[in-house]
C-alpha cells in the first residue's frame, strides 16, 4: 500500500514540475502528504516520541523546520557563499576575461570540428571556476559560439557542445558536490580529488570524441557546408552594455579554487581553508584589484550588493530546493516505499550493484523529464545514506554516479535551462538541439557508470 501511494504522489508530483509548477512548494506538499497518509494508516511515524511536538500535524513542520536550520547554517552557507561569489564575478566582468582569455589558443587548430571539441573541453575545465551551468553556457554562447559558426560549424553543432559543458557538476565548490560530499561523510575537495576526478578524467575524453563524430555526421547528415569566413573574432551579444575589464581579471575566478587546493591535504596542511573562507578572501581580492583599476571606492563599495544578492537568491532557490527535496524523501521514508523498495532489490539478487543502477536510473529518467538536475538529486540524495548502508556500500559509491548522472541527463532534456538558453541565443531549436546532445550525454552516463564500478565497486 505504502508503494502505491508513493507512485501515486511521486507521479502527481512530477507532473506539476513538468508542467512548470514551482518544484519547491509541489516537493514540501508531496512529502507532508506521504508523512500524513503514513500516519493515517499506521505505516510508521514522522518524529521518533522524544522529539516530537505532541500533535501529529505540527511534526510535518517541525521537521522541516530543523532540517531548514542545519541547512541554512551549514551546506547552505557554503552554497549561498559560492553563488554570491559567481555573481560578483560575472557583474565585475572576470568570468568573461577568463573565458575570452582561454579560448585563444584553440584558434591554432584548423579543423572545426576539433575546435568544436577543444572547445567543449575547455568549457568542462571553466567550470571548476563557473559553476552554472547555464552562466557558463550564456558566457560560451557570446565568446566562443562566433567563432565555431565562423570556422564553419552548423549553429546547431555549436549550440550541442556549448550546452553539454558541465555535464558533469565536477567543481568542488559546486552545489551538488558540497551535498554529496556532506551526505557522504567526506570533505568537499577530498571528494573532488578522490572520486570525481578519476571518473571526468574517463568521461570528458570519451564525450569529447562523441561530440567530434557525432556534430561531424549530423552536419553531413543534414546537408550542411563547411565554409569558414573570414575575420571571425570573439564577440558579445551585448558588448556596448558588458563590461570589457582586462585580461588579467582572468584570474579572480579561479583564486578560490586555488586556495581550497593549496591549502588542504594535497597542499599546506597546517593552514586550515574550507570553501566558505576561500570566497570571502577571493571577494576581497577582487574588490581590491577593481578599486586599484578603477579608482572609484563608491563603485567598488556599491558592487558588494550584487555579492549579497547572489547570497540571497541561493537561498530561496537552492536551499530550499535541498530542504524540499529531504522532506519529499522523509515523506517516501515514513511510509515504508524506501525498505520496501531495498527488501524487494535483495530478494530479487539486484544486490548494491543492482541498487546503484536502478537509482543512476532513476536519478537520469527524472533529469529528463523534469528539465533540472538538482531537483532529483535534491531529493534522492538524502536517501542514499541508508540504502548504501543496507546494501554494506560506502553511500559514496552510490552518491557520485547519481550526482554525475543528474547533470549529463539533465542536457538530454529540451526543457532545461541551458539548452533553452543556448538555443534561444543561437537561434535553434531546443529539439533539435537535444537530438544533438543525446548521443554524447549517453556515452557520458555510460562511461561514468563503468568507470564507477571500475574505480570504487
Known amino acids: 500500500m505504502g508503494v502505491v501511494i508513493s507512485l501515486i504522489v511521486t507521479f502527481w508530483a512530477g507532473y506539476l514540475i513538468v508542467q512548470k509548477y514551482k518544484p519547491q512548494p509541489v516537493l514540501f506538499v508531496a512529502g507532508m502528504v506521504l508523512m500524513f497518509t503514513a500516519v493515517a494508516l499506521g505505516l510508521g511515524t514522522i518524529l521518533p516520541a522524544k522529539e516530537s511536538t505532541g500533535l501529529m500535524l505540527f511534526d510535518a513542520f517541525e521537521f522541516i523546520k530543523k532540517t531548514l536550520s542545519s541547512r541554512a547554517a551549514g551546506l547552505g552557507l ?8 559567481a555573481r560578483y564575478m560575472d557583474h565585475i566582468g572576470a568570468s568573461r576575461a577568463l573565458v575570452k582569455l582561454t579560448i585563444r589558443p584553440l584558434l591554432a587548430l584548423r579543423s572545426p570540428y576539433i575546435v568544436l571539441a577543444g572547445a567543449w573541453i575547455l568549457g568542462m575545465c571553466l567550470g571548476l571556476a563557473i559553476n552554472s551551468a547555464s552562466g557558463l553556457a550564456m558566457l560560451l554562447m557570446v565568446t ?6 565562423s570556422l564553419g560549424v552548423s549553429r546547431l553543432s555549436a549550440v550541442a557542445a556549448i550546452a553539454t559543458t558541465l555535464c558533469l557538476d565536477w567543481s568542488p565548490s559546486d552545489t551538488g558536490t558540497i551535498l554529496a560530499a556532506t551526505t557522504a561523510g567526506i570533505d568537499p575537495v577530498m571528494y573532488w580529488v578522490k572520486y570525481q576526478v578519476p571518473v571526468a578524467m574517463v568521461v570528458i575524453p570519451v564525450v569529447a570524441v562523441l561530440h567530434f563524430f557525432t556534430q561531424k555526421w ?17 564577440q558579445s551579444k551585448d558588448g556596448a552594455e558588458q563590461k570589457t575589464p582586462p585580461m588579467f581579471y582572468a584570474i579572480l575566478p ?30 576581497a581580492i577582487a574588490m581590491l584589484v577593481d578599486f586599484i583599476r578603477t ?10 550588493q550584487v555579492f549579497f544578492d547572489g547570497l540571497g537568491m541561493q537561498m530561496a532557490n537552492v536551499i530550499t530546493l535541498i530542504v524540499a527535496g529531504e ?4 515523506g517516501l521514508t515514513t511510509i515504508g516505499t524506501i525498505d520496501t523498495i531495498i527488501n524487494s532489490a535483495q530478494a530479487s539478487g539486484f544486490g548494491a550493484a543492482g541498487m546503484i543502477l536502478v537509482m543512476i536510473t532513476i536519478i537520469a529518467v527524472c533529469s529528463v523529464i523534469m528539465g533540472s538536475g538538482n531537483a532529483p538529486f535534491f531529493a534522492f540524495a538524502a536517501l542514499t545514506p541508508a540504502v548504501a548502508a543496507k546494501m554494506s556500500v560506502p553511500a559514496v559509491v552510490m552518491l557520485l554516479p547519481m550526482h554525475f548522472a543528474a547533470s549529463a541527463a539533465r542536457a538530454i532534456s529540451p526543457i532545461t535551462a541551458v539548452i533553452v538558453v543556448s538555443s534561444s541565443m543561437g537561434g535553434v531549436s531546443p529539439f533539435d538541439v537535444v537530438k544533438r546532445t543525446a548521443i554524447p550525454m549517453t556515452g557520458a552516463l555510460i562511461t561514468l557508470t563503468i568507470a564507477n564500478f571500475v574505480f570504487f565497486y
Open 144 to 149: 566562443v559560439f562566433p567563432i565555431l559558426t
Open 295 to 304: 579608482r572609484n571606492g563608491k563603485q567598488v563599495f556599491s558592487d558588494i
Open 78 to 85: 557554503n552554497i549561498m557563499a559560492v553563488g554570491g561569489f
Open 327 to 330: 522532506t519529499f524523501a522523509k
Open 254 to 283: 579561479v583564486i578560490p579554487l586555488a586556495l581550497i587546493l593549496i591549502f588542504s591535504d594535497l597542499g599546506i596542511k597546517t593552514i586550515k581553508m574550507d570553501i566558505i573562507k576561500a570566497m570571502f578572501i577571493g571577494l
Open 218 to 234: 549530423m552536419d553531413k547528415r543534414d546537408g550542411h557546408v563547411v565554409q569558414p569566413s573570414e575575420g571571425y573574432a570573439v
